[in-house]
């Protein structure tokens, strides 16, 4: 079993840097339009010769009600008929990618999110889980990690029962926060007990693992109310919990721009909360998987951890990453090999490209042999919390040390200060250093000096 975290107050102000949250290597930020819909098809036919397994993620970008801290791809409206072109182009731009896969390639994983899925009406979903199962194909078995994100004012007990008929067996809740102060700061009224209505429906039902979403640093937080709201979320006992960090970058995001800055909690303040959190789920039995991430120790991600077979990619922390992901919907992202290529994250022009029989993707990536490497390097190391030189010198045919040497000194400053064991044969990233690790694998990110780093939250 992995050793605890060990909270460092002084190693975190040191390291807590803005930097990216590594779903990918390189990151978004260095996708480009020379990438288009031939590198996509190029792609596809490499994935259906090899017949590797897929993930599919599907965007739906519409919610009723805006929250002022999101930064998501979405479109906010009342309208529910808004849903009906974009569901004809996404269905189109679905039966487009899956004439260029085999049949036979397994969905693994499927994952809906948005926005707000179960904004889509019941005859919706079902209508488009038909057209997905008509092109791909889908396991019957159960068997599959078939997941959806729920608001919960947003669905009842007859949504969980069709989202189960129809094959999910996963669910993340967007909670962030009880306290009714801070959720009219942040224009998101929800109740304990909506939230706690659709959580018994998903047990009722059988759901395989329940996911809860909270956010520290929204406006009006103290650590003394976030204890409270992650005292109530533990009583809820999901099976992972998700504590992400707010970011407040108004400049980029419009809605953030509603938040009152004054209102926000200082930096100390934040850090204790933090602090709190992983002390009240640590005393409660979950493990720190990794990046604002906890699991129950006999929940899928924690036992891929042990047996270092974890992997991350655009959906977090993934036990199929061995699988070629395609993203359908406006602004999805797809990784297929060392392809990343995303659609359009403009709503018109997504569904005006697919009226004219196109596909939306407008920018991407083709990962060379230094990005590989780094890749790997970055995966392990954010996964495992550590990395045997051995293994990469055997894979990628080189000399570890001598290929990263303008990078040795950093790294050696890194284990000075109790972030990191350093030897001529591995890193392993100690338990003070754990919840920093982003900033060990910022050291490895080629791409990061020639950056904004205000484009990326900061790790703590």
């Not at 599959?144 to 729920?150: L, P, T, V």
């Not at 950093?410 to 030897?423: H, K, S």
Request: charged fraction near 25%; hydrophobic fraction near 40%.
């Amino acid at each position: 079993m992995l050793d605890a975290i060990r909270w460092d107050t002084d190693l975190i102000r040191r390291y807590d840097l803005a930097g990216p949250r590594y779903t990918s290597y390189p990151t978004a930020v260095q996708f480009h339009g020379q990438v288009g819909t031939f590198d996509l098809f190029h792609a596809l036919r490499d994935s259906r010769k090899a017949l590797r397994p897929l993930s599919l993620y599907v965007h739906v970008p519409f919610c009723a009600n805006i929250c002022y801290y999101c930064a998501c791809n979405k479109v906010i409206t009342k309208d529910r008929g808004r849903a009906a072109p974009y569901l004809q182009r996404l269905e189109q731009e679905i039966q487009l990618i899956a004439c260029h896969l085999d049949p036979t390639q397994k969905v693994e994983q499927l994952h809906f999110g948005g926005g707000t899925p179960t904004f889509l009406s019941h005859d919706e979903l079902r209508q488009l889980m038909a057209h997905l199962r008509k092109h791909f194909n889908l396991l019957d078995d159960d068997s599959g990690d078939y997941g959806i994100e729920i608001d919960p004012r947003e669905a009842d007990w007859s949504t969980m029962g069709l989202l189960r008929e129809l094959g999910f067996n996963r669910v993340s809740i967007g909670l962030q926060d009880l306290d009714p102060a801070v959720q009219r700061a942040v224009n998101r009224l929800q109740s304990l007990e909506e939230t706690r209505a659709v959580i018994d429906a998903a047990r009722t039902l059988q759901f395989r693992s329940i996911n809860i979403d909270l956010i520290y640093g929204l406006p009006k937080q103290t650590p003394d109310n976030f204890a409270r709201t992650v005292e109530e979320v533990i009583s809820l006992q999901p099976d992972r919990l998700s504590v992400f960090n707010y970011a407040h970058l108004p400049e980029r995001f419009m809605p953030q721009r509603r938040i009152n800055g004054h209102e926000l909690p200082a930096p100390a303040q934040k850090l204790e909360m933090l602090e709190r959190t992983i002390q009240q789920l640590t005393a409660a039995g979950y493990r720190y998987i990794g990046m604002d991430h906890f699991a129950l120790p006999d929940d899928e991600l924690a036992i891929a951890q042990e047996e270092q077979t974890l992997q991350r990619n655009f959906q977090g922390y993934t036990t199929h990453g061995h699988c070629d992901l395609i993203g359908l919907g406006v602004s999805a992202i797809s990784q297929i090999g060392d392809l990343y290529c995303q659609n359009n994250s403009d709503l018109n022009q997504y569904q005006n490209t697919l009226a004219s029989a196109q596909l939306a993707t407008s920018r991407g990536l083709v990962c060379n042999a230094d990005d590989r490497l780094r890749r790997e390097v970055i995966q392990q190391l954010i996964c495992n919390f550590s990395l045997q030189f051995a293994d990469i010198e055997q894979r990628f045919n080189i000399d570890f040390q001598g290929y990263f040497a303008e990078l040795w000194p950093q790294l050696q400053g890194m284990a000075e200060d109790g972030l990191i064991e350093l030897d001529r044969e591995r890193i392993n990233v100690l338990p003070a250093g754990r919840l920093l690790v982003r900033s060990v694998c910022m050291v490895f990110d080629a791409y990061l000096q020639q950056q904004n780093r205000q484009r990326f939250s900061r790790v703590i």
